[in-house]
Structure formats: structure tokens, C-alpha cells
């Protein structure tokens, strides 16, 4: 009854913990895409073929929903994949919905029209490929009306984050809500639409201002996930067994994600 979970990195990590902890029962198998990170600065059919990929894989292990717990292969990928690619009996999901579903004070999976919301000003911090796709707004605009968006593509913090470069990431992160501010001065809300950024949600609390709600991804999807699931168990695949997989060199990202999650994980080849 395994769940994949596909990050182009390291980032996926967080929602891993927040699932993991919400669905303690479920085995989840996680798999980085690290040999070809980040997506961020790829192309739309770049990070299509390459997140395709990963779903096939994550399949192979039994795995019938994934979750792509990568804001930019959910922004860049996953529409055209739920429109051209999955199978009937697979499911794929995306991370942007759950949090514009809090955002937008609806029930989890709620389709009605889009309606009036409280929240009018929206920060929205991720990355520049992310930021191109406008799927945010596109999938905001489904749910809700009168909102603006001001969304600042947060060049570096990815790659200081995963290089375990807390300063440089600190630094980054303040520069982008500066520039940010000097578009849109008084935020009511911000998004962090990248699964890497809950590491550095405090540092962007403290520089929006304790007045802005900071949303972050990882706790929402889980509950979104844990009410799928709920609705829709024929989903859960016939895995029997948690495991991480790589792309990448499994000791160099195994000790990445140790030092990232604080707790010793182990990587596998992917």
C-alpha cells in the first residue's frame, strides 16, 4: 500500500516528514532526482521528461499515486502529464492545490466556483521556473476572484539550501522579500512554493513581519493526502516497504539528507 513521493531534490524531504508523521501506517517511497538538480532553471519539456521518468520509476515499486512534492515539476509538468500521460489506474498529484485550498478557506477538494476570499495581497516566493509557469495563479483563479499576486522568483536558495549553506540561504531569502516589498509593500499572505523553503520559514517570517501569514507546504499536503486517501483507497499501491532512492551518488546524498532532516537516512540507486 505504498506512496511514492518524487522531489528533484532534497526538498520533498519535508513533506516526506509531515506524511510520514500524519500516515505513520503507510510505506512511502521517496525518490530524488538529485543526478539532475534542480529544475528550477529548466526548460518546460526539460522537467516534463524528467519527472515523467521518476513517476515510471516510483511505479516499479509498486506506487499507484505519487506526489510530486516539487512545486516546479507540479507548476511545469503535472497538467500536461494528468492531460496526455497517466493512466486511468495511476494517479499523480501536485503540491500547489492543497495550499491554495487552505489560502482559499476551502474543504479539501472542494470544485466549486471561485468565490470571494479574505485574503486580496499574496506573496508568492519559489523558483524562477515555478514563477514562468504562472500555475499558481492559474489554479488560484479556479477558487478564487480579487486576489493579487505578486510572485518574486527566488534565484540561489535552492542551491545554497541543498549545499548546507545556511548563511548564504539566510541572505538570499531576505534579498527576494526586499525586492518583493518594493512591489507589493504590505502583503496580507505568503506562499512558499518551494518544498525546500520550510527550512528557511522562520528567516522569511522575520523578514515579511510578523502581520503576513507565512504558508508552507509540507503539513497541508499531508493533510490533503490523508483525506484522499480516506476517499479514494483504491489509490494505495501494492508496496509493502518505506525506502529512498536516488539519482544521484547515494553516500554524498545520503549524508546531504541527513544533515538537511537532522536525522540519519539512507539512500539507495535509483
Request: charged content about 25%; proline content about 5%.
Amino acid at each position: 500500500m505504498a506512496v511514492g513521493i518524487f522531489d528533484s531534490g532534497l526538498g520533498g524531504l519535508t513533506v516526506l516528514d509531515a506524511v510520514s508523521r500524519r500516515l505513520p501506517d503507510i510505506p512511502f517511497v521517496y525518490l530524488g532526482d538529485n543526478a539532475h538538480a534542480p529544475y528550477g532553471v529548466r526548460d518546460h519539456d526539460d522537467i516534463f521528461r524528467l519527472t515523467c521518468a521518476a513517476t515510471e520509476r516510483l511505479w516499479a515499486e509498486g506506487c499507484d499515486l505519487v506526489i510530486l512534492a516539487c512545486n516546479t515539476a507540479s507548476a511545469a509538468a503535472l497538467k500536461r502529464m494528468q492531460e496526455t500521460w497517466v493512466p486511468s489506474d495511476k494517479r499523480v498529484l501536485g503540491v500547489f492545490v492543497p495550499l491554495i485550498e487552505a489560502l482559499t478557506e476551502r474543504q479539501w477538494g472542494d470544485n466549486s466556483p471561485p468565490r470571494e476570499v479574505a485574503v486580496k495581497h499574496v506573496a508568492l516566493f519559489a523558483t524562477p521556473a515555478t514563477v514562468a509557469s504562472r500555475a499558481f495563479q492559474r489554479e488560484l483563479a479556479f477558487r478564487a476572484i480579487g486576489v493579487d499576486v505578486e510572485a518574486q522568483p527566488c534565484g540561489g536558495v535552492v542551491d545554497a539550501i541543498e549545499q548546507g549553506d545556511e548563511i548564504l540561504a539566510e541572505a538570499l531569502v531576505r534579498s527576494h522579500v526586499e525586492a518583493l516589498k518594493r512591489r507589493m509593500p504590505a502583503p496580507e499572505a505568503a506562499i512558499l512554493g518551494c518544498t525546500h523553503y520550510p527550512l528557511m520559514e522562520k528567516v522569511f517570517q522575520e523578514a515579511l513581519g510578523q502581520g503576513v501569514k507565512v504558508y508552507s507546504q509540507a503539513n497541508l499536503v499531508a493533510e490533503s493526502l490523508a483525506d484522499y486517501l480516506n476517499r479514494r483507497p483504491e489509490f494505495l499501491g501494492s508496496g509493502r516497504e518505506s525506502k529512498f532512492l536516488t539519482t544521484g551518488d547515494p553516500k554524498a546524498v545520503s549524508n546531504k539528507a541527513t544533515q538537511f532532516l537532522r536525522r540519519k537516512i539512507e539512500f539507495q540507486s535509483a
